[in-house]
């Protein structure tokens, strides 16, 4: 049985379809390399927010980090 392997299209696709339910407009994700500071990723909404970053040493951890960093401004704003 052959093993499914998540690609950085898959992540950016979950932290898309996370992010439009949860704060509406989104004008992109991605990720991108910057020389001195490493992998970043970012969310970019039309709505209330500007856009979100995360950084990390290679592309998954970027995109990790930055899904980590939706889902607990998600669970912080639904404690509320």
């Known amino acids: 049985m052959p093993e499914n392997k998540k690609t950085n299209t898959d992540r950016i696709k979950r932290i898309y379809d996370l992010c ?3 704060f509406g407009d989104v004008r992109f994700v991605g990720i991108k390399y ?3 500071i490493g ?3 970012k969310v970019q909404f ?3 927010f ?3 970053t ?3 040493e290679t592309s998954i951890e970027a ?3 930055l899904k980590n960093r939706v889902k607990k401004i998600i669970k912080r704003y ?3």
């Open 50 to 52: 500007e856009s979100l």
């Open 20 to 22: 439009q339910i949860h």
């Open 63 to 65: 995109l990790r980090n």
């Open 78 to 80: 639904n404690a509320v």
């Open 46 to 48: 039309d709505g209330d």
């Open 39 to 41: 992998w970043i990723a």
């Open 34 to 36: 910057h020389n001195k």
């Open 54 to 56: 995360a950084d990390g």
